[in-house]
């Protein structure tokens, strides 16, 4: 059972470059999420999306672009990153919105 | 305040004690309570929910105290695979969840 799956899983990357960070469920979930982590914090969510052609922001939307076309992907772009997205990238799917959550292995992202 | 408080630890426990944490949450309308393990770089895995009656699986039993807005956790017979992060995770009216930010457990032989 592959679940929810990440790629890539870690990438390097300079100040100002874009790039497009992809989540893949074969659940049928209707619910997708997109997180960040950092030391000390819980994981904060920076967009969502509630079914195929729809999302909205979250906790920490700012720098961040996201796109549901097909149901089984979501899509999570950084059209210039900043040092400050550096993090731990986690994106989670669920078949209702009451929990739980089921999470992708990460993406270990940073901006120099 | 944040709406989910965990001690972040770490807390060091020998092999075979029992140990317990708790999570506090500040919105009283919160309708649904998980705990998650995380391992070292990996993804938070589900552990258990947490219902008002409290439960037990295996050697983790869960428990919910809406009057004083707390969840807690405790680990009978610990074993050195419990070493994880543990978070505390609540969903709130309107279908949020938060997240805590996690409690390190570390067991020892």
């Not at chain 1, 059209?79 to 731990?88: D, G, L, M, N």
């Not at chain 2, 589900?46 to 105290?65: H, I, K």
Request: charged share 20%; with cysteine; net charge neutral.
């Amino acid at each position: 059972n592959a679940g929810v799956t990440q790629t890539p899983k870690f990438r390097v990357l300079k100040t100002g470059q874009s790039m497009t960070l992809l989540c893949a469920q074969d659940m049928n979930h209707e619910y997708m999420y997109w997180y960040r982590q950092d030391p000390g914090m819980g994981l904060r969510l920076i967009h969502y999306s509630v079914g195929e052609g729809t999302t909205a922001k979250g906790e920490v939307p700012d720098g961040y672009n996201v796109s549901r076309l097909k149901k089984q992907n979501f899509l999570l772009g950084l059209e210039s990153a900043a040092p400050s997205q550096t993090s731990v990238y986690f994106c989670a799917s669920e078949e209702d919105r009451m929990g739980p959550q089921h999470f992708g292995d990460g993406t270990r992202l940073s901006i120099l | 305040r944040k709406e989910v408080e965990q001690d972040p630890g770490p807390f060091n426990v020998p092999e075979g004690a029992t140990v317990a944490f708790n999570c506090t949450y500040s919105n009283s309308a919160s309708q649904s309570f998980f705990w998650y393990r995380q391992d070292c770089r990996k993804e938070p895995k589900l552990l258990m929910s947490v219902y008002s009656s409290g439960n037990e699986d295996g050697r983790f039993t869960a428990q919910l105290n809406r009057a004083s807005q707390y969840i807690s956790l405790l680990i009978r017979d610990s074993k050195l695979s419990d070493s994880a992060t543990y978070l505390c995770v609540v969903v709130e009216y309107g279908n949020k969840l938060v997240f805590g930010a996690g409690t390190i457990l570390r067991v020892k032989s």
